[in-house]
């Protein structure tokens, strides 16, 4: 029992720049989806469009089968630059998006300590954001995307604000929250070794106006996959021929087109 | 001190100029004093017609023909002009006795030399102002104004003396209300803000006349010879320049006679009034057409002390007033306030 | 690099050390040098008008305005001058920076009000507010109230221009957050938007308030009888310089105090700032 997303021939426009053409996609439950592309391609459009943040200019995103009943938020985003309250400490953080849904005191505490333990933060409740690393933010906000028990969750570039080392261990700390609890994701990086570490499927988009140009499926299981696997080497490099000449002419062009 | 500081533009009129608009004839019969010739001085005045004796003796020439250069500085209040006094900005002024003067004089600044403006029995002077709606409660005279508000300038200013002089006499309590500006009372006393005020008769009566406020009472009924203004100067104009300052005195002094000749004793008739009025008017509201303007110069007559006559026993009573009421230092003595050498005083 | 120190040695010189060059421009911590400054500027007046080249109408003695602040104080006279200027300044600046801060805030919010009232807050800022005074006497009446109007209306336009403007500097990406996470709108502003703004707000405080205190001696040109400001204004009419300096060292003190109460809140409100 899950919840899916279809896209169904998403068009957008800034102004009269056109953004996306033709986007059609499944993201099916369970899975983890990972948009790569260009920069300026369109994919963190195309995920606040999934979230419901901005209205497409034609075609339409819909839920396929209800959200599980305890979802406070079913379509919950982790954003690049974590997004934390800097004047509440790491529960407040949490609990403020519980708040809304009347959920206080003990119930909050379960929730709250439950998702910190699930990201390893337990011993940091009470502390503010300027006392946290990069990564401790950001599994803050992983713990605060949780607490809600989102249907899919929106993850906006969310390792790239991180440095490499720090990138690795979160990536692990990803892969073992999904194969405890496997949950459904839109995952949007320009990291090719991101992609082919925690996508099941990849989806490479075009230079804008951004349109599917692949899509890539990984068949071993998340769990197994290590750094240097042949089979992740070749979907690596295989992604690589395919994002280099967009990458190159994206490059090319200047920023309003 | 919060009041506008602002001075009007200087005019200046030079001996020559001064000599062809009087007439050659006129300058050679006058005597030049034997002293100094055309030795520059300054002359403060606002542009009231209480300040007319400098006008004139600048226009028709006596201070010329007492050997003085005057070029008259304009003042928006009375205050700037003391202490413009006091840094030898200006050397003769005239104002009345406030708080501040005394206060300069015993920082050894200033000299109160003559006297200019007194009541007198008889003659029209300061009015004891109600407003409206205080009038309409009942404050018809001036012994109904215990527990009412009485408007003033500033603390230790001539308004404060008279109203607190007033209220003495008819043994009731008042309590003041600073207000900054004359501008300020008469608006403040218009809308029944304030109770009470005094001033003179020529901004008294058309106020009146409107019938926003009403007048209870004379001053000159409970300070009988108020020395209301007078001629001051630097400490050091009074003690070391002392010709130029008696040549000063008898330039201001012809101003003065004229005035009180021509506008209260009618002397020249009605073309004499008409023609001082012209005169006066090149200084005194100036921004209105001369037949708006005169009614007003008329209406403000007022007696101004022939010679610099100096009501010294007045001046003591302000004295001991200032001090009973903690304005200015106790030991304040009269003769750190005026040099009375110069005119001639009298105890009224 | 070694090219060079292998020329030295060729030319016969030693190594030479690298000369330092980053110094300066990082100011320190170094409070006793105010007070030092202080010190030597009153000790200076004090010399001066004691030995005569300052004369007595230029500057008064310090120790004769502590004598009469001293006399303030031992007389009474100073609780009864400060109590309603307090009294003012207080009731005044919460009226205006509370009104201040709620107008900002809607202007932050809302695109209408900020299109209707951004140009109204432009005009009306650059008035002198002791200009309107004889009008609020009217409107409020000669006592207390157009005192606390012309404080509050002082202190109203700079807290509306810093709250707004702290309301614009809020970090969107927090706002975006917020309703990505579906918080009703109450909760955005009450949780998000009045806590991000809240550093630019108490900055704009400390300017507003100190705007009030100045406010304080144009307030009680009208009509007050006791009050720091009437009591300055009485000394300067006065020419008594040593009431005047005290009255305006009191003043000075007010501001240092409201400068420290407003340091305390933000230690205690923005602690979270990095």
Request: charged share 20%; glycine share 10%; with cysteine.
């Amino acid at each position: 029992m899950g919840m899916d997303i279809r896209l169904d021939g998403i068009c957008h426009f800034y102004g009269d720049t056109e953004v996306l053409r033709d986007i059609s996609l499944e993201i099916p439950t369970g899975q983890i989806v990972c948009l790569v592309g260009p920069s300026g391609c369109g994919k963190s459009t195309l995920l606040r469009l999934i979230g419901g943040l901005e209205r497409p200019g034609s075609g339409r995103v819909l839920q396929l089968g209800a959200p599980p009943s305890n979802s406070l938020n079913p379509l919950t985003f982790v954003f690049q630059d974590f997004a934390l309250l800097p004047w509440r400490t790491v529960k407040g953080n949490i609990s403020l998006v519980l708040e809304d849904h009347g959920i206080r005191g003990k119930r909050s505490k379960a929730i709250i300590d439950d998702v910190l333990t699930r990201t390893k933060l337990a011993d940091f409740a009470d502390a503010l954001p300027k006392q946290l690393s990069g990564g401790m933010k950001q599994r803050v906000a992983i713990a605060r995307a949780l607490a809600v028990n989102p249907a899919v969750m929106l993850m906006d570039e969310p390792l790239s604000a991180l440095d490499a080392q720090t990138r690795e261990l979160l990536m692990d700390d990803l892969v073992a929250l999904w194969t405890r609890q496997p949950f459904t994701a839109v995952y949007v990086t320009h990291n090719l070794a991101e992609a082919v570490r925690l996508g099941h499927t990849i989806v490479v988009l075009s230079r804008r106006p951004g349109r599917i140009r692949e899509i890539v499926s990984i068949d071993t299981p998340i769990g197994e996959r290590r750094a240097g696997d042949p089979v992740c080497q070749r979907k690596h490099d295989l992604l690589w021929e395919l994002l280099r000449e967009e990458a190159r002419a994206a490059d090319e062009e200047l920023i309003d087109g | 001190m919060i009041e506008i500081k602002r001075e009007d533009k200087q005019m200046k009129f030079n001996r020559r100029q001064t000599l062809g608009l009087m007439g050659a004839a006129a300058a050679t019969t006058l005597a030049a004093p034997a002293i100094a010739q055309n030795k520059k001085i300054v002359v403060g005045a606002l542009r009231f017609t209480s300040h007319s004796g400098s006008f004139i003796a600048l226009e028709r020439g006596y201070f010329n023909d007492a050997g003085l250069d005057v070029e008259l500085k304009f003042f928006q209040a009375a205050q700037p002009m003391a202490v413009a006094i006091a840094s030898g900005d200006v050397d003769y002024a005239v104002t009345a006795v406030s708080g501040g003067l005394i206060s300069l004089a015993d920082k050894g600044a200033i000299k109160v030399i003559g006297g200019a403006l007194s009541e007198e029995k008889g003659i029209d002077g300061q009015k004891i102002l109600a407003s409206d709606a205080a009038f309409k409660a009942g404050l018809t005279s001036p012994s109904q104004l215990g527990g009412k508000t009485f408007g003033m300038s500033t603390a230790g200013s001539s308004f404060h003396y008279m109203g607190s002089k007033v209220a003495q006499a008819e043994g009731v309590e008042m309590s003041f209300k600073p207000l900054q500006k004359v501008g300020a009372i008469i608006g403040a006393l218009k809308s029944g803000q304030i109770d009470a005020w005094s001033i003179v008769p020529h901004i008294a009566k058309p106020l009146a006349g409107s019938g926003a406020v009403h007048i209870i009472g004379d001053i000159s009924d409970y300070l009988p010879g108020y020395q209301v203004t007078t001629v001051f100067t630097s400490a050091k104009n009074a003690a070391d320049e002392r010709d130029q300052t008696k040549d000063f005195l008898t330039g201001f002094g012809k101003g003065v006679s004229d005035y009180n000749s021509t506008m209260i004793d009618k002397a020249g008739g009605e073309d004499g009034v008409n023609e001082m009025v012209d005169l006066i008017h090149k200084y005194v509201y100036t921004d209105r057409p001369r037949e708006k303007a005169a009614p007003s110069i008329i209406n403000g007559t007022m007696r101004i002390n022939e010679g610099s006559k100096l009501n010294i026993a007045s001046l003591r009573d302000q004295l001991e007033w200032f001090q009973s009421e903690d304005l200015v230092g106790k030991d304040i003595t009269l003769d750190t306030l005026v040099d009375g050498s110069y005119v001639e005083t009298y105890e009224g | 690099m070694a090219d060079t120190g292998a020329e030295n040695k060729r030319n016969g010189e030693g190594p030479i050390e690298v000369r330092f060059r980053g110094g300066g421009f990082a100011p320190k911590s170094l409070r006793w040098v105010g007070v030092v400054v202080f010190v030597v500027l009153i000790a200076l007046v004090q010399w001066g008008t004691e030995s005569g080249w300052i004369s007595a109408l230029t500057l008064p003695k310090p120790s004769d305005v502590l004598a009469t602040f001293v006399q303030l104080w031992e007389s009474g006279l100073l609780f009864k001058h400060l109590q309603p200027s307090l009294t003012r300044l207080v009731i005044g600046a919460a009226l205006g920076a509370s009104a201040g801060i709620g107008i900002g805030v809607l202007i932050g919010l809302f695109s209408y009000v900020r299109a209707g009232l951004v140009p109204l807050v432009a005009a009306i800022f650059p008035i002198p507010k002791i200009a309107l005074l004889p009008l609020f006497v009217i409107w409020f009446g000669i006592d207390e109230g157009s005192k606390y109007a012309l404080i509050a209306f002082g202190t109203f336009t700079p807290t509306v221009v810093a709250t707004y403007g702290a309301v614009d500097n809020v970090d969107r990406s927090l706002i975006r957050m917020g309703q990505s996470f579906g918080l009703s709108w109450f909760s955005i502003v009450r949780k998000i938007v009045l806590p991000g703004a809240m550093p630019g707000i108490l900055s704009g405080l400390r300017i507003s308030l100190a705007i009030a205190i100045i406010l304080l001696v144009a307030a009680e040109m009208l009509g007050a009888e006791y009050g720091i400001g009437a009591y300055i204004l009485e000394a300067g009419s006065l020419y008594d310089l040593e009431r005047l300096f005290a009255g305006v060292v009191i003043l000075s003190l007010l501001g240092v105090l409201v400068s420290a109460l407003i340091g305390l809140l933000e230690k205690r409100l923005l602690g979270w700032r990095v």
